[in-house]
């Protein structure tokens, strides 16, 4: 762990407490008004899924009623092993929305030619938790120091099940990093009546019964025994595994450390 790993809250526990009473039956658009108004360092991380454009379209309306140009920068994590719809989605997004992205790619490599030849063939095959460390976690994390990031926007959503049924509007991770959540309480169909009614861009591998979309070899279409709930929005992720975040949403300090004692066994 160093210093620069950490962040210095800037509400107390208790006043992010009164905030999520404060906030938790509020509209999404009401939850980034506020979270523009009053969080410092306040970027969107998206990877351009339903729940990451309808935010983004809500930030750009907000911002049109403020006569400002996009209020809050976007960071995507190019894992070099999204789907080319994907890509394309967050160049079209970006430029529709003057919103300024900031793309991060794992350390050292820009292709996945080059990822495969540094970490070696079908990595998240043999250790899937270095995978994620390399392409989301690492990533996120020199972007949150180089960008001066104290407070991102997320996508994730109750509906969404598993670790995400308890989440809360706002959460401040081990880091110190405070995560905004507008879209809780919004079910996949909400979602997608928004997208649809504000002809919001959306990844066209929804229109061939994905909804969540992930890295090409991690994402199949959800479970057809699943389809019609929305709890099983993510069963097209990691089929067959009992894994259920990439990552980012992991504490960030344990798999740092498993990542380098790994690393270190390696080495010697």
């Known amino acids: ?24 039956d509020k509209s999404p658009q009401d939850i980034l008004r506020w979270a523009i108004d009053n969080l410092q360092g306040l970027y969107q991380t998206t990877a351009f899924g339903l729940t990451g454009t309808a935010a983004l379209d809500m930030i750009s309306k907000i911002s049109q009623e403020r006569e400002e140009i996009h209020l809050v920068p976007l960071i995507f994590l190019d894992t070099l092993h999204h789907f080319p719809e994907t890509i394309k989605l967050s160049q079209t997004a970006s ?31 043999k250790d899937e938790a270095s995978y994620d460390y390399l392409v989301k976690v690492e990533p996120a994390s ?48 909400q979602v997608k009546e928004y997208i649809d009614q504000e002809n919001v861009p959306y990844n066209p591998l929804l229109d061939q019964g ?32 009992s894994k259920t975040e990439c990552g980012l949403h992991v504490n960030y300090f344990e ?12 080495e010697s």
Request: charged share 30%; no cysteine; net charge neutral.
């Open 1 to 24: 762990m160093t210093n620069t790993d950490i962040l210095i809250p800037q509400y107390t526990t208790d006043e992010i407490e009164k905030f999520n009473i404060e906030l938790e």
């Open 210 to 241: 994905y909804k969540s979309i992930g890295d090409v070899h991690s994402t199949a279409p959800p479970d057809p025994n699943a389809i019609n709930s929305d709890a099983g929005e993510r069963s097209g992720r990691w089929q067959g595994k």
């Open 95 to 125: 430029e529709n929305y003057l919103a300024e992205m900031f793309v991060y790619y794992p350390s050292g490599v820009k292709t996945s030619e080059e990822f495969s030849s540094k970490y070696g063939n079908n990595l998240w095959e």
């Open 142 to 189: 020199r972007a949150y120091k180089e960008l001066g990031v104290k407070s991102i926007i997320t996508g994730r959503r109750k509906s969404q099940g598993s670790d995400r049924a308890s989440l809360k509007v706002l959460e401040v991770d081990e880091r110190g990093l405070i995560k905004v959540n507008p879209l809780i309480n919004w079910t996949f169909k």
């Open 255 to 266: 798999m740092k450390k498993k990542f380098e004692e790994k690393a270190k066994v390696e």
